[in-house]
């Protein structure tokens, strides 16, 4: 007997929904330390540009004890890179810029389009905190200057404060981020810690100047590349990456080459599994040797604390801004990774050759070595002869970690 087609799309059974590829913690913790390029073997053929790429972002700050934040995150991965090739690999030969995402970071120049978003919404806004007296005539004095003169910084354009505090800029040092903000001007270098700005027309590239992605294609975009930069990670992580907000990635993360997971002990964050994870990054096991090595602060495999303590079961904070006497572990506490796993922490100084563990902070006996290790390669690249430690927590450690550190 045959079945009329009426009848037989009555009878379809709608098809259970796919099941969610399940991680547990240890392996999320293992393709995020492959995806930020501290499992396995590093990639010295692609150097500090090919980290730069493969991060996305690389937060700058002015804080400089053992070295520039952004000359520790190549070091990190690389071990020691010379210090001036790593200036010359993010600012040589138009490869990147400067701009605002996870905070001031530097940025592959393949990423200028996709900032479009946030240019549009700071044009939409029509101004920064500060005011201008007269801001049309400051930014055409700024934008002529550079049309004649080529790049230069604040100093060069006229002085960047008017005498006062930091934050008492001049005229022409707010029409200059302004004209920054919105895409007009680019931050091509620092030259002793100061930007270097040009016109974007003369800096970005004739192809990435000439697309106009909208807002949509922008975030979705971004979403994708912190997806891989993370490897596996929350609805949160994937905003705090390039700092956009949370219902910007609820309406692109499906669409951002994406997949969702579910990760043993991360909760649900707001998506349809407790994370996202890039496809590419759960097609292989993660394998090989463990970076061990001091982490900046700011270096983006711990810059979301909240993210840090799911992954690693390590709090940390930044102490630079908190008065000395509240400080528990130092003014620029360097977590230790070793093993694929945070295990320490030090409070590093220099004088002279010296490089001055002021507190090391130890999990176990068992970090004693790594650190010791991580504590003179450290002294090697910044060109220091000696490492003196003063304090060790727990004090038990301080014998083994001094003799440790004197052995090698």
Not at 177 to 184: F, I, N, S, T
Not at 385 to 407: F, I, M, N, Q, Y
Request: charge should be positive; glycine fraction near 10%; proline fraction near 6%.
């Amino acid at each position: 007997m045959s079945v009329a087609p009426s009848t037989l799309r009555d009878m379809t059974v709608a098809l259970p929904p796919k099941p969610l590829a399940a991680l547990s913690a240890d392996e999320a913790r293992r393709i995020a330390l492959r995806a930020q390029g501290m499992l396995g073997v590093p990639d010295r053929r692609g150097g500090v540009r090919g980290v730069l790429r493969r991060l996305g972002a690389v937060q700058l700050d002015t804080i400089s004890v053992l070295a520039r934040s952004h000359e520790l995150v190549p070091y990190a991965r690389l071990g020691a890179v010379g210090r001036s090739s790593v200036e010359a690999a993010y600012w040589g030969a138009g490869t990147s810029f400067e701009y605002w995402s996870h905070a001031a970071c530097v940025l592959p120049i393949e990423e200028w389009p996709l900032f479009a978003f946030r240019r549009r919404a700071f044009t939409a806004r029509g101004r920064r905190w500060h005011t201008m007296a007269d801001a049309e005539r400051s930014c055409a004095e700024v934008r002529a200057r550079l049309h004649a003169e080529g790049p230069l910084t604040s100093t060069d354009l006229g002085g960047a404060r008017n005498g006062g505090p930091w934050w008492d800029w001049s005229e022409t040092k707010i029409a200059t981020e302004w004209l920054l903000d919105v895409g007009e001007v680019v931050c091509t270098e620092r030259r002793g810690w100061k930007r270097v700005y040009d016109l974007a027309e003369r800096a970005v590239p004739a192809e990435l100047l000439a697309q106009q992605l909208d807002d949509e294609t922008c975030l979705r975009r971004l979403v994708g590349q912190a997806g891989t930069a993370l490897g596996v990670a929350t609805r949160a992580d994937l905003a705090d990456y390039h700092r956009l907000k949370g219902e910007q990635v609820d309406a692109v993360a499906a669409d951002a080459g994406l997949v969702p997971v579910e990760v043993q002990g991360w909760g649900r964050d707001g998506g349809p599994g407790s994370a996202w994870a890039d496809p590419a990054a759960l097609a292989t096991t993660p394998r090989g040797r463990h970076r061990t090595t001091l982490l900046s602060p700011f270096d983006s495999l711990i810059w979301d604390r909240a993210r840090t303590e799911r992954i690693f079961g390590f709090a940390h904070r930044l102490e630079a801004y908190v008065p000395k006497p509240k400080r528990v572990h130092g003014y620029f506490a360097m977590p230790l990774l070793a093993g694929g796993r945070l295990v320490g922490r030090v409070d590093p100084a220099r004088e002279g050759r010296v490089l001055i563990a002021r507190q090391v902070s130890v999990a176990s006996p068992a970090a004693v070595a790594p650190m010791a290790q991580a504590l003179r390669e450290a002294a090697d690249w910044v060109g220091c002869d000696e490492v003196k430690v003063e304090r060790v927590v727990p004090e038990s450690l301080a014998g083994p970690l001094t003799a440790a550190v004197s052995a090698g």
